[in-house]
């Protein structure tokens, strides 16, 4: 009988899932945020084969290199930022993630987001528990029907936050590194400039990258409305948080709408806690059962898959597929 690869897990996996995992492969569980390498004897890193792990999980040279058998790494997320890209493909080890899935509920969020700014609701829901309402009305808000959005990054997510922007009756605008053919008819394409200075929403929807890390800063907030609001359901570190909080503060831009912080979970003592005209969420796009659940379906199987030999489907650097393969089949 053949060994069964052995697999680090460290995202939660339900119970059904989790007998598809044993029925090809020896599971090793490690708390979620913490290291393999902490949590593991070294005696054990020699033997892992593969990894399903959650954004928290950092996937460096360092650990790739003290696990040398690894062909694997199955994100249970779509982004992933926490896994050193350049290193995984010199060592050929097969990274996937989990696209699509989860498209809707980050698009829900980025919209629910813009609607708590603009209309105020977070402190319109303490304005009715206090019972300040009797003593008079509610300032008035913001509409957002007929203001424009636009959309940084027009991949999936993109696609759905302006498919829905549209039906609030939203002009919607975009910039990507090349306009997407599959926004025509959906939203136009416009520089990235004009993208800051048009908009009356701005919402980011790139990953994080060595070149997109803090790329929205001081000179795109001095580019902005001082009506706008900027929302971000992408990675925190793509935004310049010391610049946000200047601008906010003095008036540059109106408000934000942020699930994604630079550091998380955000620390209580950020001065973004006490601002009246920003609502925070912690890191939900995806949080809800459905989605959740199709995500971990889909980084489970993407690692069995893989594990069996069969092409997985949502592989981040396909290039590496044919070889971790021949590397398990060895
Ligand atoms: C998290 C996300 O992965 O998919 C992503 O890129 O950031 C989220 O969905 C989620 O918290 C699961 O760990």
Known sequence: MT????????APVPPDLRQLLDASCETVDVPTG???????????????????CTVKTRVDAALLDALPALKVVSNFAVGF????MDAANARKVLVCNTPGVLDGAVADLTIGLMLCVARNLVAGDAFVRSGDWTKGAFPLATDIRGKTLGLLGMGRIGRVVARTARAFDMDVIYH???????AEGLARYVSRDAL??????VSVHIPLTAETRQSVGAREFGLMKKSAILLNTARGAVVDEEALIAA???GTIAGAGLDVMTTEPLPPTSPLVQMPNVVLQAHIGSATVETRRAMIDLAVRNLVDSMTGKQPKAMVNAQAWPLARQAKAA
């Not at 005696?43 to 084969?49: E, N, T, V």
């Not at 930022?81 to 050193?84: A, M």
């Not at 800051?196 to 929403?201: G, W």
């Open 248 to 250: 906010l503060k003095d």
């Open 81 to 84: 930022d926490n896994v050193d």
């Open 3 to 10: 060994k069964k690869p052995c697999i680090i897990v460290t």
């Open 34 to 52: 913490k290291s393999p390498l902490e949590a593991l004897p070294q005696s054990q890193w020699g033997a892992i084969d593969g990894m399903v």
């Open 176 to 182: 990507n590194r090349k306009p997407d053919p599959e």
């Open 196 to 201: 800051f200075s048009e908009s009356d929403v």
